[in-house]
């Protein structure tokens, strides 16, 4: 089968694999419809994330149909068409009976801070991913859903990871009716974070970025307030202003390790991986926030460490909430959303790329080239 | 559900008399049930056959019930991952390495390409190709570039001597 190919930092191609075999009573083989480039694909691509191996495939967010079951598959069969979460996840463990699907402990060997993710490292549990005509998916009964009837792919293929971490991201804020939720970044999760954070109650959404069309995007698709901090002096300075000198309610942290706009944090934790990651979007968010204010983190940063002005969230009394999102958790809540027109997410999708260009993919995204702001690469089989 | 007391704590004046279970700062994340309390202790997936090198952390007793297969530990960069994994997650002994050795193995890389007659494209890899068509003055910068940096190296080092 073809299959994307990491080769090193900036470099991937696309091979013959040999095609997944069932390797656990409770896996299925899923034959990949739709598959995307995520932003936390990034890290992996640009080689800041440990334990991320020559030859492995990556892709956490696909869709695709079932062609072979295991033996102790019961709700799944081959031939439906499912969404399947980005997290893997048993269903038993303590951790995901009580609702942490992307925290399950018996998923992922290498790290426990983490649960299994499709195609993301060995420190995620080194699974092949779905960037591929052919993926295996453990625990089949636990996450993997059946699209419902006359649902668009290009929407169900969203529901894998964007809309719920979007979604999780502004519900972990924590939001009141009124608040001012600021979301730094505005690529795909920034963007549905920002339409979510209406669906709490939000009295104003602000987002905050550098590139104008995807600013111009969210302004349009979520009816918020977008701003260029390339345009301010200071970002945080910019909130505070703009909340009569109080700080923001909520603060949403969208973009993670490859943050730009802080010369130090770049360098530091992009340039020269002293850092895991560039914590650029944590820094301003915590000087953004109100004193009580709400931080929810849902940018991916490396396992190591990060410079925080910790200090500023005991003083200012900020409450931290972060997590992988709970794909499975979440799916059916907005699975009705998706069909009830409350979301929308197909419009996100900007770029549709046969699987065979796999790194032409990548290089437009990570380059911002062609106004990209999702990617998403279709199989042979489903053209 | 409503919370679990693991012990008697009657011996303890005023034990929890201020405890309020509907403080709960991780809901709806967390459907607290405080099953953690009991331990490692639910009735576990069946094992994956474990047919391969899987390298665990150090931080739980065993390979979980599933596991990934891509690309078992080999050569140098496994050798120096086996060490990583001799130190907790806590420990930047484990990281670091594990970072080395993905360096390590990009070298293994292009050698296993060469070694299986295949010459890598780096400029397909790298996705110059949408550079050509999304950004061209920017990839003929780069090029121009590398090319005054590859010239300038070979002058320096092909320089004689006065």
């Not at chain 1, 299959?3 to 899923?30: F, S």
């Not at chain 1, 019961?74 to 942490?100: R, S």
């Not at chain 1, 942290?253 to 770049?266: F, I, K, P, R, W």
Request: aromatic fraction near 8%; include cysteine.
């Amino acid at each position: 089968m073809l299959a994307m190919n990491y080769r090193g930092p900036q470099r991937v191609r696309i091979d013959e694999k040999p095609e997944p075999k069932i390797l656990h009573p409770q896996d299925a083989i899923v034959r990949v419809t739709r598959s995307c480039i995520c932003g936390s694909d990034l890290h992996l691509y640009n080689g800041n994330v440990p334990d991320t191996r020559v030859g492995m495939t990556f892709g956490h967010e696909f869709i695709g149909e079932v062609t072979e079951i295991g033996s102790e598959v019961q709700k799944l069969k081959v031939g439906d068409m499912v969404i399947v979460p980005f997290n893997i996840a048993c269903g038993k463990c303590h951790f995901c009976k009580q609702g942490l699907f992307g925290n399950c402990h018996e998923s992922n060997s290498q790290a426990t801070a983490v649960g299994g993710i499709f195609g993301y490292s060995h420190t995620a549990g080194g699974y092949d991913g779905g960037q591929a005509e052919y993926v295996r998916v453990p625990y089949a009964d636990v996450g993997p859903t059946v699209i419902p009837p006359g649902m668009d792919p290009d929407d169900a293929v969203l529901l894998t990871d964007v809309v719920p971490t979007g979604y999780q991201a502004a519900e972990m804020g924590g939001i009141q009716k009124g608040d001012t939720v600021v979301i730094f970044g505005a690529g795909p999760i920034g963007i549905m974070a920002a339409r979510c954070s209406w669906l709490f109650g939000a009295g104003r959404v602000i987002v905050i970025d550098k590139l104008e069309y995807r600013l111009e995007f969210v302004r349009n698709y979520a009816n918020c307030e977008a701003y260029n901090y390339e345009e301010m002096d200071d970002p945080v300075v910019f909130v505070k202003k703009t909340t009569d000198w109080m700080g923001a309610d909520v603060c949403i942290d969208a973009v993670g390790a490859e943050a730009s706009g802080n010369l130090m944090q770049t360098i530091t934790g992009r340039k020269l991986l002293l850092q895991a990651g560039s914590a650029t979007a944590v820094h301003w968010a915590v000087n953004s926030l109100k004193k009580g204010g709400i931080l929810s983190i849902v940018g991916v940063y490396g396992p190591t460490d990060n410079l925080v002005p910790i200090g500023n969230v005991v003083n200012k009394g900020i409450t931290i909430r972060a997590n992988q999102a709970s794909v499975k958790r979440l799916l059916p809540k907005l699975i009705d959303h998706v069909q009830n027109g409350v979301i929308n997410p197909k419009p996100l999708i900007t770029h549709r790329v046969p699987l065979e260009d796999v790194a032409d993919a990548y290089h437009i995204f990570s380059e911002k080239l062609d106004n990209c702001i999702k990617p998403v690469l279709i199989p042979p089989s489903a053209r | 559900m409503e919370n679990k007391t693991p012990k008697d704590y009657s011996h303890i004046k005023n034990w929890g008399i201020d405890a309020d279970p509907k403080n709960d700062p991780t809901y709806p994340m967390k459907h607290r049930t405080d099953a953690e309390q009991e331990g490692y202790s639910w009735d576990r997936p069946t094992q994956q056959d474990i047919n391969i090198e899987v390298l665990h952390s150090n931080e739980r007793p065993n390979v979980t019930a599933v596991f990934g297969t891509s690309m078992p530990p080999s050569g140098l960069s496994g050798m120096i991952r086996r060490f990583a994994f001799k130190h907790s997650e806590n420990s930047y002994l484990h990281w670091l390495p594990l970072l080395m050795a993905d360096r390590v193995n990009v070298v293994e890389g292009v050698i296993e390409d060469f070694a299986g007659g295949k010459v890598p494209n780096i400029f397909a890899e790298k996705g110059w190709k949408a550079d050509w068509e999304h950004n061209r003055s920017g990839l003929i910068q780069k090029v121009g570039v590398l090319a005054l940096v590859t010239t300038a190296a070979v002058v320096l080092l092909t320089r004689k001597k006065d």
